[in-house]
Protein backbone atom coordinates (compact mmCIF):
# COMPACT_ATOMS: atom_id res chain seq x y z
CA UNK A 1 0.00 0.00 0.00
CA UNK A 2 1.42 3.40 -0.87
CA UNK A 3 2.70 5.70 1.85
CA UNK A 4 2.24 9.76 2.73
CA UNK A 5 5.74 9.95 1.37
CA UNK A 6 5.00 7.79 -1.86
CA UNK A 7 2.10 9.94 -2.46
CA UNK A 8 3.94 13.05 -2.42
CA UNK A 9 7.21 11.94 -4.00
CA UNK A 10 4.47 10.91 -7.22
CA UNK A 11 3.54 14.20 -7.21
CA UNK A 12 6.39 16.25 -6.80
CA UNK A 13 7.86 13.84 -10.24
CA UNK A 14 4.61 14.91 -11.91
CA UNK A 15 4.76 18.36 -11.11
CA UNK A 16 8.32 18.66 -11.93
CA UNK A 17 7.87 17.03 -15.30
CA UNK A 18 4.97 19.34 -16.13
CA UNK A 19 7.64 22.40 -15.32
CA UNK A 20 10.37 20.83 -17.94
CA UNK A 21 7.19 20.77 -20.24
CA UNK A 22 5.72 24.13 -19.50
CA UNK A 23 9.23 25.69 -19.22
CA UNK A 24 9.85 24.27 -22.70
CA UNK A 25 6.68 25.61 -24.02
CA UNK A 26 7.00 28.92 -22.89
CA UNK A 27 10.44 29.32 -24.44
CA UNK A 28 9.25 28.01 -27.70
CA UNK A 29 6.25 30.06 -27.94
CA UNK A 30 5.78 33.57 -29.31
CA UNK A 31 6.39 36.05 -25.99
CA UNK A 32 3.44 37.50 -24.81
CA UNK A 33 1.23 35.47 -26.15
CA UNK A 34 -1.77 34.01 -25.09
CA UNK A 35 0.35 30.28 -25.31
CA UNK A 36 3.31 31.69 -23.79
CA UNK A 37 1.46 33.25 -20.78
CA UNK A 38 -0.48 29.52 -20.96
CA UNK A 39 2.89 27.73 -20.48
CA UNK A 40 4.16 30.35 -18.42
CA UNK A 41 1.45 30.40 -15.46
CA UNK A 42 1.58 26.25 -15.83
CA UNK A 43 5.19 26.58 -15.69
CA UNK A 44 5.31 28.70 -12.41
CA UNK A 45 2.29 26.83 -10.62
CA UNK A 46 4.27 23.45 -10.90
CA UNK A 47 7.14 24.94 -9.69
CA UNK A 48 5.16 25.95 -6.59
CA UNK A 49 3.77 22.13 -6.10
CA UNK A 50 7.60 20.97 -6.44
CA UNK A 51 8.80 23.31 -3.88
CA UNK A 52 5.96 22.79 -1.70
CA UNK A 53 6.14 18.68 -1.80
CA UNK A 54 10.06 18.94 -1.32
CA UNK A 55 9.56 20.31 2.08
CA UNK A 56 6.80 18.25 2.94
CA UNK A 57 8.81 15.29 1.93
CA UNK A 58 11.46 16.69 4.27
CA UNK A 59 9.63 16.75 7.15
CA UNK A 60 7.77 12.96 6.39
CA UNK A 61 11.61 11.77 6.69
CA UNK A 62 14.35 13.94 6.54
CA UNK A 63 17.72 13.20 5.66
CA UNK A 64 21.26 15.63 4.68
CA UNK A 65 20.40 15.46 0.83
CA UNK A 66 16.82 16.33 1.21
CA UNK A 67 17.78 19.28 3.09
CA UNK A 68 19.94 19.89 0.07
CA UNK A 69 16.79 19.03 -1.85
CA UNK A 70 14.89 22.36 -0.10
CA UNK A 71 17.44 24.53 0.20
CA UNK A 72 18.16 24.14 -4.35
CA UNK A 73 14.14 24.24 -3.88
CA UNK A 74 14.19 27.52 -2.64
CA UNK A 75 16.38 28.50 -4.68
CA UNK A 76 14.79 27.87 -8.21
CA UNK A 77 11.39 28.49 -6.51
CA UNK A 78 12.23 31.87 -6.03
CA UNK A 79 13.79 32.57 -9.59
CA UNK A 80 10.01 31.19 -10.76
CA UNK A 81 8.66 33.54 -8.31
CA UNK A 82 10.69 36.55 -8.85
CA UNK A 83 10.09 36.31 -12.63
CA UNK A 84 6.74 36.15 -12.20
CA UNK A 85 6.67 38.63 -9.89
CA UNK A 86 8.65 40.96 -12.42
CA UNK A 87 5.31 41.67 -14.74
CA UNK A 88 4.02 43.44 -11.98
CA UNK A 89 6.30 46.37 -11.99
CA UNK A 90 6.20 47.16 -15.44
CA UNK A 91 5.26 50.95 -14.89
CA UNK A 92 7.24 53.42 -12.09
CA UNK A 93 4.53 53.59 -10.08
CA UNK A 94 5.03 50.07 -9.49
CA UNK A 95 7.36 49.76 -6.49
CA UNK A 96 8.24 45.95 -4.93
CA UNK A 97 5.63 44.84 -2.08
CA UNK A 98 6.94 42.87 1.49
CA UNK A 99 6.54 40.06 -0.23
CA UNK A 100 8.94 40.85 -2.85
CA UNK A 101 11.55 41.90 -0.10
CA UNK A 102 10.40 39.12 2.12
CA UNK A 103 11.69 36.28 -0.49
CA UNK A 104 14.65 38.13 -2.01
CA UNK A 105 16.19 37.74 2.18
CA UNK A 106 14.82 34.56 2.30
CA UNK A 107 16.51 33.36 -1.03
CA UNK A 108 19.74 35.11 0.08
CA UNK A 109 19.49 32.94 3.69
CA UNK A 110 18.72 29.96 2.26
CA UNK A 111 21.74 30.25 -0.37
CA UNK A 112 24.53 31.20 2.00
CA UNK A 113 23.78 28.09 4.25
CA UNK A 114 23.56 26.53 0.44
CA UNK A 115 26.88 27.81 -0.54
CA UNK A 116 28.72 27.58 2.68
CA UNK A 117 28.28 23.90 3.09
CA UNK A 118 29.17 23.39 -0.23
CA UNK A 119 32.46 25.21 0.76
CA UNK A 120 32.88 22.84 3.69
CA UNK A 121 32.49 19.76 1.57
CA UNK A 122 34.86 20.82 -0.88
CA UNK A 123 37.17 21.19 2.21
CA UNK A 124 36.69 17.61 3.27
CA UNK A 125 37.28 16.92 -0.80
CA UNK A 126 33.80 15.94 -1.65
CA UNK A 127 33.33 17.03 -5.68
CA UNK A 128 29.66 17.69 -4.85
CA UNK A 129 30.34 20.60 -3.13
CA UNK A 130 30.85 22.43 -6.28
CA UNK A 131 27.26 22.01 -7.24
CA UNK A 132 26.17 23.42 -3.89
CA UNK A 133 28.53 26.40 -4.40
CA UNK A 134 27.30 27.33 -8.15
CA UNK A 135 23.64 26.86 -6.63
CA UNK A 136 24.25 28.82 -4.08
CA UNK A 137 25.97 31.47 -5.43
CA UNK A 138 23.80 32.28 -8.18
CA UNK A 139 20.91 32.84 -5.64
CA UNK A 140 22.45 35.02 -3.39
CA UNK A 141 23.17 37.06 -6.51
CA UNK A 142 19.85 37.31 -7.91
CA UNK A 143 18.54 37.99 -4.40
CA UNK A 144 20.84 40.95 -3.60
CA UNK A 145 20.11 42.33 -7.13
CA UNK A 146 16.53 42.20 -6.82
CA UNK A 147 16.89 43.68 -3.13
CA UNK A 148 19.05 46.47 -4.57
CA UNK A 149 16.68 46.86 -7.47
CA UNK A 150 14.06 47.45 -5.01
CA UNK A 151 15.24 50.12 -3.12
CA UNK A 152 16.74 51.97 -6.24
CA UNK A 153 12.93 51.32 -7.44
CA UNK A 154 14.48 50.64 -10.82
CA UNK A 155 12.79 47.46 -11.54
CA UNK A 156 10.17 49.17 -13.92
CA UNK A 157 12.71 49.88 -16.73
CA UNK A 158 14.00 46.33 -16.50
CA UNK A 159 11.22 44.21 -16.15
CA UNK A 160 11.60 42.19 -19.37
CA UNK A 161 14.65 41.24 -18.95
CA UNK A 162 14.37 40.00 -15.40
CA UNK A 163 11.62 38.25 -16.55
CA UNK A 164 13.60 36.62 -18.81
CA UNK A 165 16.54 36.21 -16.67
CA UNK A 166 14.67 34.24 -13.88
CA UNK A 167 12.38 32.09 -15.80
CA UNK A 168 14.94 30.72 -17.79
CA UNK A 169 17.33 30.42 -14.63
CA UNK A 170 14.27 28.51 -12.92
CA UNK A 171 14.03 26.01 -15.87
CA UNK A 172 17.51 25.64 -15.71
CA UNK A 173 17.67 24.45 -12.23
CA UNK A 174 14.51 22.09 -13.19
CA UNK A 175 16.31 20.48 -16.18
CA UNK A 176 19.38 20.27 -13.53
CA UNK A 177 17.26 18.39 -11.06
CA UNK A 178 15.52 16.24 -13.65
CA UNK A 179 19.39 15.27 -15.33
CA UNK A 180 20.43 14.30 -11.83
CA UNK A 181 18.16 12.14 -11.42
CA UNK A 182 18.48 10.12 -14.54
CA UNK A 183 22.04 11.04 -15.23
CA UNK A 184 24.03 11.38 -11.89
CA UNK A 185 25.15 7.42 -12.56
CA UNK A 186 26.30 8.24 -15.94
CA UNK A 187 27.88 12.01 -15.33
CA UNK A 188 28.80 12.29 -11.33
CA UNK A 189 28.70 15.90 -10.61
CA UNK A 190 28.16 16.88 -14.14
CA UNK A 191 24.88 15.45 -14.09
CA UNK A 192 23.71 18.74 -12.25
CA UNK A 193 26.03 21.41 -13.61
CA UNK A 194 25.83 20.50 -17.41
CA UNK A 195 22.63 22.56 -17.86
CA UNK A 196 24.04 25.90 -16.11
CA UNK A 197 26.96 25.49 -18.20
CA UNK A 198 24.49 25.39 -21.39
CA UNK A 199 22.31 27.70 -20.28
CA UNK A 200 24.08 30.74 -19.05
CA UNK A 201 25.15 31.79 -22.63
CA UNK A 202 21.61 31.60 -23.29
CA UNK A 203 20.25 33.71 -20.95
CA UNK A 204 22.99 36.39 -21.17
CA UNK A 205 21.89 36.24 -24.91
CA UNK A 206 18.93 36.91 -24.77
CA UNK A 207 19.31 39.07 -21.71
CA UNK A 208 21.10 41.33 -24.09
CA UNK A 209 18.80 41.54 -26.84
CA UNK A 210 15.90 42.21 -24.86
CA UNK A 211 17.89 45.08 -22.80
CA UNK A 212 18.23 46.52 -26.41
CA UNK A 213 14.27 46.44 -27.04
CA UNK A 214 12.57 49.14 -26.73
Given at each position: ?A??E????W???A?GV????????A????????R?R???????????VV????FAL????P?????F?A?????S??L????????????????A??V??????????????????G???????D????V??V????????G?AD???????????????????????AF?A???A??A?NL?P????????W????G??V????????????
Open positions: MTLDWTLIHIAVAVAAGAGIATTKGGRHFAGRAFVRSMAVVTVLAVASAFRVLLVAVFGYAFSGYRALSRKRPSDDHADWTAATGVVVACLALGGWVVRLADGAFGAMGFGAIGVGFVARSFRAAEGHGKWRVAHLQRMLGVTVSVSVTALGVLAWLPTIAVPIAYYSRAYSRSP
